[in-house]
């Protein structure tokens, strides 16, 4: 297995406060076992790729309930402070849910050769689950990381990961904690 880490949309107006607390208060709660998941990763020489939305003011998106954020060149559309980054990351703007979704993913991954896809962010029913769905569209194996993911509601989370644990195309799309992962890679090398 040659993984990379795909971390999606943990940006700084994402936890911030006042645009959701809710989602800000599990996003935080997540952090530390993303930065346990990036630096094995980076201690094993697996790419680490920060997907993040990179919008443009007045975005199509933005004419539904969606409110404006991670406006491109803004400070909140950064990645949080509670992440490490290094200088070896990939910082991958992105306009749409998915991080494949017209962006330079594929063909980067494949560079590295890359074969299997591990997901970890914001928010697990959305664009979390759009990249991992889109990972094994492109013929990689995908993981979701449990507890490096996180919903606006714990409920919302649970469903996703109770649905899609079941998913007819295991072992090639999972749905692990983040310590089975681990074990996982571990017992492979």
């Not at 680490?48 to 539904?64: E, I």
């Not at 990351?89 to 494949?110: C, E, G, H, N, V």
């Not at 996180?150 to 919302?156: G, L, T």
Request: proline share 4%.
């Amino acid at each position: 297995m040659k993984p990379a880490v795909i971390v999606v949309d943990m940006l700084k107006d994402s936890l911030r406060e006042e645009s959701n607390p809710v989602v800000a208060k599990f996003a935080r709660k997540i952090a530390p076992n993303i930065n346990r998941l990036t630096a094995y990763a980076r201690r094993h020489s697996y790419p680490v790729v920060f997907a993040n939305d990179s919008f443009l003011p007045g975005d199509f998106v933005f004419r539904g309930k969606m409110h404006e954020h991670s406006i491109r060149g803004t400070e909140g559309a950064k990645v949080t402070d509670a992440l490490v980054q290094t200088d070896s990351d990939i910082q991958l703007p992105k306009r749409r849910f998915s991080a494949f979704f017209k962006t330079d993913l594929d063909q980067t991954l494949r560079l590295y050769g890359v074969d299997t896809v591990i997901v970890a962010g914001l928010l697990t029913h959305w664009c979390v689950l759009s990249t991992a769905l889109d990972a094994l569209a492109l013929d990689f194996r995908a993981y979701i990381i449990k507890d490096c993911c996180a919903s606006y509601s714990e409920e919302v989370h649970e469903t996703i990961v109770k649905f899609y644990g079941q998913s007819p195309l295991y072992p090639l799309f999972k749905i692990i904690m983040l310590d089975e992962f681990l074990n996982e890679l571990h017992t492979a090398e």
